[in-house]
């Protein structure tokens, strides 16, 4: 039976989002000690400066993801609670974003993430070398479980620094299992990467041609092509210390 979306109704979907949010939170902080970075909250849409017409465009579609993921998420659960439709398309597009180091794709996905969080989603960030340290550590085979489990049940997961080093064997199993069952979920991934996204490109040959079709018929690609931010010192060690 259908049941009529009111203002009480809108309430406990609501509450039952928070809920959700604060749980996953709750149970990747006793697997995996996981916390939100620190300093997640310095970057947001406002203070990225685009020196390029394609960073300009990167900033206007990553801000347009954020608006409408929320607004999706919203009409998702809605439909779960209403029509118990729990696969839906309506947010099942993530993004890739790619190029070079310190063109600003992190500064961009912690933005999105920011906007998640003002509206109470979920939604979660991990470098992809620290989370899967952090599995690692895991002695038990039910804990490894329980962290996949809140991984691909989670709105929006965002894995940055992907193919950052050499992924092979269990570390690759666990990106792969990670990435398919999300597909599976309709869930969206927003992976942040300093490879290439074009056909046999970098991605392509670190994910294996299998893995990148499913990756890329769910995602969108942005590509970062401007300077790179991170400016070395040109001072002695004594103008430093």
């Known amino acids: 039976m259908t049941k009529e979306f009111d203002d009480d109704f809108g309430y406990v979907y609501e509450v039952n989002v928070q809920k959700g949010a604060y749980r996953g939170e709750v149970e990747l902080g006793h697997y995996l000690q996981y916390e939100s970075p620190a300093y997640a909250d310095q ?114 997961l965002i894995l940055d620094d992907v193919g950052a080093f050499d992924c092979c064997g269990q570390d690759w199993r666990w990106l792969r299992r990670i990435l398919v069952e999300r597909v599976a979920e309709r869930n969206p991934t927003v992976l942040v990467t300093n490879l290439s996204v074009r056909e046999n490109g970098e991605l392509q040959k670190f994910l294996g041609g299998n893995l990148y079709q499913k990756v890329m018929s769910v995602s969108y690609p942005l590509t970062f092509t401007g300077r790179n931010r991170f400016k070395p010192l040109h001072c002695s060690a004594e103008e430093v210390f």
């Not at 209403?82 to 992190?106: F, M, P, V, Y």
């Not at 989370?131 to 989670?154: C, G, H, P, T, Y």
């Open 43 to 156: 970057f947001g849409f406002d203070n990225y400066i685009p020196e390029t017409s394609g960073e300009v465009d990167n900033l206007r579609l990553c801000k347009r993801f954020a608006e409408r993921f929320v607004t999706r998420e919203k009409e998702r659960i809605a439909d779960c609670f209403c029509n118990g439709n729990i696969h839906s398309d309506k947010n099942a597009l993530g993004l890739i974003l790619s190029g070079k180091c310190g063109t600003g794709k992190t500064h961009l996905a912690l933005a999105m993430l920011n906007v998640l969080d003002e509206n109470e989603l979920p939604g979660f960030y991990f470098s992809t070398i620290d989370l899967f340290d952090r599995l690692a550590r895991l002695e038990k085979r039910d804990e490894v479980e329980s962290v996949f489990k809140i991984l691909r049940a989670q709105p929006c």
